[in-house]
């Protein structure tokens, strides 16, 4: 979104052909909306709700995209304090994160990922605390973080067939799946040729699924099913009666190439696309799939019953289930309106066979049969989250908005200025069957100076804005790493993360737990090296090899003290683990350069910390 968002509001606005706005945008009084808005509710009261004092844990966790940095940060809300960083699919240094030989080899030689959509575990489509999932836009990859430790445990990927994994990942209501959507369209499987004059019939788009083990957690490919060449956008898993189905919108219905801001606006609809996931999974099982590039491949030509397209506002961003799953709520970012759809009959319709057209198998269902209604809302609508009393709240990119109205009425309730610029937005649970409710957060695309300009690169801003009352009350602005996308948040009291590994639950052959234990042991050029930390020592505190030998280093953090962590840092050779208290990590190197190289800990541990030291001496 933002680099389209960067560049062409001004196309938008043009586009839409609403003229007066576009004078409005470009003449917007810096912050003074937003300051009375603050100054209505009380300074001294917005303050007050949002101070957290000192020692006092955040009453909720958000969980935010860090886009293309490719990690995951973590804030207290009301606070917004940052308090922690997740990497995902980027190295990191500060954790030792991409160095050790582990998660070396889960990044797969890729140093950058671009996370949109953060995705929290749930049971009856209610988070339960047990994971956050991440996607990853641009390799196509799928991240499993445990939020016992909050450290990244599987990336699977790159997809097969999948170009663009940004519909993604949306968990099932019992975290059974999580679902996918290709953003980009290309001859499968990848790796295929055919000429760009060729798109309309040879490139094709996939939606898609990865199987979720319930105990564990592991991902392992599901399915896909084939799509025509459109661009699918943004998901929303059902629950519920329609916890069996999802559903995704596309831009470019038009299977236009080229300059898509203007040929892929051509039609005045797009598309939904409607997927009974749990009937593809058993047309699967029934043998119904072929296998492409390696997944099981179903071709709604031969398998029908399983996906729908629904007509949509054009240019939509998105599509949004209720909490109670029975209405999902569509926007064209071009228009001013958002749509309501009814899922009672949207299934009618199909049983019915209220068909409107057909594109490469997949029947069209008529859009009057499937709609509830249209809510005119605002400029730009783009992504709707829910509140604890079934209310709905819009974000409005043209507007710089957010809309609070009524899903079941259709009456607009309430509009909050923000600045500005709105991509997405996030109720705690406004996702799911049980939002909390309390706040929505702002996820701004620009800042335009809410911060101290710090060069051409302003530092992003997001927006806490109370909704315990019956107007939306601006609180705060905070900062946001960028490159902000999606955000889900969960109360703390639903988080129970652990303090220590235990040695109990080490099972690493390399494991030590006396310095006793610690020691080098050569075979032929390679040379195992059997490393605790502890404070404020490292056993051995030196380690000698020759030129070319292949090292190992073992290193097991003895402690069982919290936050006691060490680090591993080797001058000169790129070296840099982190242990916390009860780890054991490795890092396997070639000692290429003779000469004698200081290793020390990074992390301080004691007032001993600077003596903890030793030497690689390399003859
Ligand atoms: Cu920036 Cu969900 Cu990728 Cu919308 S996304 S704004
Ligand atoms: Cu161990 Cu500093």
């Known amino acids: 979104m933002k680099r389209t968002s960067t560049t062409s509001p001004w196309l938008w606005v ?60 973590v804030a207290g809300i009301p606070s917004m304090r940052h ?27 890729l140093a950058w990922g671009d996370v949109h959509h953060p995705t929290l575990s749930r049971t009856g489509a209610v988070y339960d605390g047990r994971w956050l999932f991440a996607n990853d836009n641009a390799h196509s990859r799928i991240a499993r973080i445990s939020l016992r430790d909050f450290k990244t445990k599987q990336i699977i990927g790159p997809i097969p067939n999948l ?45 898609g699924a990865v199987n979720v083990d319930p105990e564990t957690g592991e991902m392992s490919l599901g399915f896909q099913i084939l799509t025509p060449p459109f661009n699918w956008d943004l998901g929303s898993t059902g629950r519920g009666p329609s916890k069996d189905w999802a559903l995704w919108t596309c831009y470019n219905s038009e299977r236009a190439t080229g300059e898509l801001e203007k040929t892929a606006s051509a039609n005045d609809r797009d598309y939904a696309i409607a997927v009974n996931w749990r009937a593809a999974a058993q047309a699967v099982a029934d043998g119904k ?17 399983i996906a729908y397209l629904i007509p949509v506002a054009k240019s939509p961003h998105g599509v949004d289930f209720t909490p109670d799953g029975t209405r999902f709520v569509t926007s064209g970012k071009l228009e001013a309106i958002t749509t309501v759809y009814s899922f009672d009959k949207m299934l009618a319709a199909i049983q019915a066979e209220d068909f409107s057209g057909e594109e490469d198998g997949l029947k069209v269902l008529d859009y009057d049969s499937v709609m509830e209604r249209e809510v005119q809302i605002g400029l730009g609508p783009l992504h709707t989250q829910y509140d604890d009393q079934g209310m709905a709240y ?22 909050v200025p923000v600045a500005y610029n709105i991509g997405h937005l996030m109720v705690p649970g406004g996702d799911s069957a049980k939002p909390w409710g309390q706040y929505v957060i702002a996820l701004n695309k620009l800042s335009h100076g809410r911060h101290l300009n710090v060069g051409p690169s302003q530092p992003e801003s997001s927006q806490l804005i109370d909704i315990t009352g019956e107007k939306m009350r601006l609180l705060y602005d905070a900062f946001t790493e960028p490159e902000p996308h999606y955000a889900q948040a969960i109360p703390a009291d639903m988080l129970h993360p652990i303090e220590v590994y235990s040695k109990e639950e080490n099972h690493d052959p390399w494991a030590i737990w006396d310095v006793t234990e610690a020691g080098v042991t050569r075979s032929g050029n390679r040379v195992d090296v059997k490393m605790a930390a502890v404070r404020s020592s490292f056993w051995p505190n030196r380690i000698e090899v020759k030129k070319g030998d292949e090292v190992a280093i073992h290193i097991t953090n003895i402690e069982q003290t919290t936050d006691e962590l060490h680090g591993l840092g080797i001058s000169d050779y790129n070296i840099n683990l982190v242990v916390d208290p009860g780890e054991t990590k490795h890092v ?17 541990c004691s007032a001993l910390h600077q003596e903890m030291q030793g030497y690689l001496l390399v003859e």
């Open 83 to 109: 308090i922690s960083t997740i990497p995902v699919f980027s190295p990191y240094p500060a954790t030792g994160y991409g160095f050790d030989d582990e998660t070396r080899e889960m990044l797969g030689g």
């Open 163 to 207: 170009s663009g994994n940004h519909g993604s990942a949306f968990a099932t209501s019992d975290t059974e799946m999580l679902l996918y959507a290709s953003r980009f369209s290309v001859p499968i499987p990848i790796g295929t040729y055919a000429p760009i004059d060729d798109y309309a019939t040879e490139f094709n788009g996939v939606v």
């Open 588 to 604: 396997t190197f070639t000692a290429k350069n003779s000469g004698v190289f200081a290793y020390y800990c990074t992390n301080f």
């Open 394 to 415: 819009t974000s409005l990119f043209i507007d710089s908005a957010i809309a609070k109205w009524n899903p079941e009425t259709g009456e607009v309730l309430d509009t």
């Open 14 to 73: 043009a586009a839409a052909g609403v003229v007066a706005v576009l004078v409005i945008f470009a003449c917007r009084p810096a912050p003074e909306g937003e300051r009375r808005a603050v100054m209505t509710g009380g300074a001294v009261a917005a303050a007050e709700t949002t101070y957290v004092p000192p020692g006092d844990l955040d009453k909720y966790y958000l969980f935010y995209s860090g886009g293309h940095s490719g990690q995951i940060y």
């Open 289 to 305: 799939a072929t296998q492409v590039g390696g997944v099981d491949v179903l071709d709604p030509k031969d398998v029908p019953g």
